[in-house]
């Protein structure tokens, strides 16, 4: 039996590698609690916070329901206001079961909530977009229109329910895994960006805060374990259709070889954002003349893609 490297007397349950320390149940959910905490007082956060308001993006997933298991419980030490909000963009034997483990978990800790319909609001599910792609009538394949809708509708969302910030539950995997795609695409301006928070650039815009960016995905796992939050074990039919997964498998056959070294590339890329903000030139936003929500085009990638699905799908429909 291993014992935990912090306190010496309680069997360890998990292995912390990039660390190298072994943690019992009550010193790792310490251990993370803290890690969070930390990092969001490390971005200036918690500054000034008492009596405003944080709204934490949940999918229903391991990641997004320790992020609102944190908001709450740093929202009782702090003095601000947390709710949820979650986006049902219509995935059938995914999205039904993740929005059960939302709504139980908001029940447990007694947090308003809202749940919007992609269908009711664009017009379209990622269901018929992703059956549209298959059929070859659209470009944009099922994660692009998920992550640009989901996004957009997050930020308005968000926005009306007066937040000042919108809490994400991007992991220490995701953040590096965004980090290569920005690269491979040549995307400085979000490379820059990124990181524990994503500032605002336009009114109509809100902050975007990361209580997860240097917590690996393993550690998250284990603290939903460990804290009795339940999840389902299902993951999005889509992602293998993504870039985003042939980087994670990538990624993690190093990390297996060389444990740590998605840390520290985080780590080294968040210094040279420090260095690079204010050298690269900014996003420009304007407002898209469709919807009036922020948009660096005339017209924003999301009504670009309502109405060309919308438009075929009414087609098909007649």
């Not at 709450?72 to 206001?81: N, R, T, V």
């Not at 968040?270 to 660096?296: A, H, M, W, Y």
Request: charged content about 30%.
């Amino acid at each position: 039996m291993v014992l935990c490297t912090r306190c010496g007397k309680e069997k360890a349950i998990i292995h912390v590698r990039h660390k190298n320390i072994c943690l019992c149940k009550k010193c790792f959910i310490t251990y993370f609690n803290t890690k969070a905490e930390e990092t969001l007082k490390k971005a200036g956060i918690l500054d000034n916070i008492s009596g405003k308001s944080i709204t934490v993006a949940v999918s229903g997933g391991k990641d997004s329901l320790n992020t609102l298991y944190l908001m709450k419980k740093l929202a009782e030490k702090y003095g601000f206001e947390v709710n949820a909000l979650l986006i049902n963009e219509g995935i059938r034997g995914y999205r039904e079961f993740t929005i059960k483990a939302f709504l139980n978990h908001v029940k447990n800790l007694r947090l308003d909530y809202t749940i919007v319909d992609l269908k009711k609001e664009l017009g379209f599910t990622v269901d018929e977009a992703a059956k549209l792609f298959f059929q070859g009538k659209i470009e944009w394949r099922p994660c692009t229109v998920c992550g640009i809708t989901r996004r957009y509708l997050l930020n308005k969302y968000s926005r009306e329910l007066g937040a000042t910030y919108l809490a994400t539950g991007h992991n220490l995997d995701d953040e590096v895994q965004t980090v290569v795609m920005n690269i491979l695409r040549g995307d400085i301006q979000a490379l820059v960006r990124g990181g524990i928070v994503v500032r605002a650039e336009h009114r109509k815009l809100v902050s975007r805060i990361k209580p997860l960016h240097y917590i690996y995905e393993r550690e998250s796992l284990v603290h939903a374990l460990a804290t009795g939050i339940k999840t389902p074990y299902v993951e999005c039919p889509y992602a293998p259709l993504s870039l985003r997964w042939s980087i994670r498998e990538f990624l993690n056959k190093i990390e297996a070889e060389k444990p740590g070294f998605k840390y520290r590339l985080l780590v080294r890329t968040d210094e040279l954002r420090e260095r690079l903000r204010g050298k690269v030139r900014v996003v420009e936003f304007t407002e898209c003349k469709i919807c009036g929500e922020p948009s660096s085009k005339d017209v924003c990638k999301t009504c670009e893609i309502k109405l060309k699905l919308n438009n075929l799908l009414s087609t098909v429909s007649n």
